[in-house]
């Protein structure tokens, strides 16, 4: 770069990294309020004055078998405050070999032992039975019925919970509107048909299927039906810092709360700029979020929603977990001579494929812009992700600018948990 820069920090794995821009680029992240000084204090006070509805101290009865969702390994999720509030509730009435943590894993790969200890700590792991989501293990789903069309199969241990508590985190979520809430049941808990239906081809090609679009969203439509027709409980929410710490908590009845922390996340992540941007730099929101390319593809989905027709996206992933390999994404990628060749083939098949969707909004941001990743995966895993290797954020900012001279830059340090408008 010719001109004058400046320093700025991507939330890249779990170090960051520290690149240069020119000074006038426009760098977009959240509007974080401050962390919380007690995080389960917070979630306490949310526990005890829900937004609507019961404290959860008066829905749950004496002797209930308790079955608890949390987000899984892909997920910043800070479960165990969250869960420490929970306890000091359940185990005023209720024994703890009653109560299941149940790790939301939908489609995703279970958890193994470290990843366990890292997510819900040694105190969570002695006091409560845990227990991976498995959608593909017929004995452990149990069929509930049809829902808005949708065939809905869920975990068997939830469904025959006497109290079913959905814990999460909410942001803007790519293709379902926003995270939390409702998805911590469907997809979360929900068996392989279900999954497949929530992610069909026709509704992730809806443009409502998009970042912070609820009402008419036919993803987030199905999902709310599913678990207002199933049944929650209670439904414990929190937003978080660019550190993970909580900055808001709220509870009660799992929709009209998730309502709530819509619009405060709405508040914090939704970015107005003066675009369109000819080049924007994004990530994945660090680890664990950029665990995997397949999660990546969201941090690209952020940046096209502000990048010019034919612009660049430059996506700093680590990607320490690969595609990951032997998945389904990296098998449709692989198997596929381009990303429009493997889209094309998602629509021509007639039926949903498991991890279809990603490829199908990594070939809308590809049809919208080039797309370079900077991570860790070796350069022809990358170039057989139809994606352009690099190896250096700041070396590539400065041949693009060389060959755009007054090129518009768009920086989104924190990837997908800003999200910028024109």
């Not at 992700?385 to 250096?392: F, G, N, T, V």
Request: net charge negative; proline share 8%; aromatic share 4%.
């Amino acid at each position: 770069m010719t001109g004058p820069t400046r320093r700025v920090r991507l939330a890249y794995g779990s170090e960051g990294l520290a690149i240069d821009i020119p000074v006038d680029a426009t760098v977009v992240t959240p509007a974080h309020q401050p962390a919380v000084p007690d995080e389960i204090a917070a979630v306490r006070a949310a526990l005890e004055r829900p937004v609507a509805g019961r404290p959860l101290r008066d829905l749950v009865p004496r002797g209930s078998r308790v079955a608890i969702s949390v987000c899984d390994a892909t997920r910043p999720q800070p479960r165990p405050p969250m869960l420490a509030a929970i306890a000091e509730v359940l185990d005023e009435v209720v024994r703890p070999e009653d109560v299941v943590v149940l790790i939301a894993t939908g489609t995703h790969v279970v958890s193994t032992d470290e990843q366990r200890r890292e997510m819900l700590g040694d105190e969570v792991l002695r006091r409560w039975r845990v227990v991976d989501h498995d959608a593909r293990d017929a004995a452990s789903l149990r069929d509930v019925g049809t829902v808005d069309g949708v065939p809905v199969v869920l975990n068997r241990e939830w469904v025959e919970a006497d109290v079913r508590i959905t814990t999460g985190f909410v942001e803007p979520h790519f293709f379902a509107g926003f995270s939390g809430g409702p998805k911590m049941v469907a997809p979360g808990l929900a068996g392989l048909e279900t999954v497949l239906e929530l992610h069909s081809p026709a509704r992730i090609a809806d443009p409502r299927a998009t970042f912070a679009v609820v009402e008419g969203n036919p993803v987030h439509d199905a999902v709310r039906s599913i678990a207002a027709r199933t049944g929650v409980t209670f439904a414990v929410d929190v937003l978080i810092d660019d550190r993970h710490r909580i900055t808001h908590a709220f509870g009660g009845p799992v929709l009209e709360m998730h309502a709530v922390a819509r619009r405060t996340a709405r508040e914090v992540a939704m970015q107005p700029v003066r675009g369109p941007f000819d080049i924007v730099i994004t990530t994945n929101s660090g680890y664990p979020l950029d665990r995997n390319l397949y999660q990546s593809v969201k941090g690209m989905a952020a940046a096209a929603t502000v990048v010019a027709d034919g612009g660049t996206i430059v996506c700093a992933a680590e990607c320490r977990d690969g595609l990951p390999d032997d998945s389904p994404y990296a098998r449709l990628l692989h198997g596929a001579p381009s990303i429009e060749a493997a889209a094309r083939g998602l629509l021509d098949a007639g039926r949903t494929i498991p991890d279809g969707w990603q490829v199908q909004v990594q070939a809308r941001v590809q049809a919208r812009a080039r797309v370079l990743l900077y991570s860790r995966l070796p350069a022809s895993v990358v170039r057989g992700a139809h994606l352009e290797p690099i190896d250096d954020v700041t070396v590539t900012l400065a041949e693009l600018l060389e060959r755009q001279p007054g090129a518009r830059v768009c920086v989104l340090p924190e990837g997908p948990q800003t999200i910028p408008y024109l």
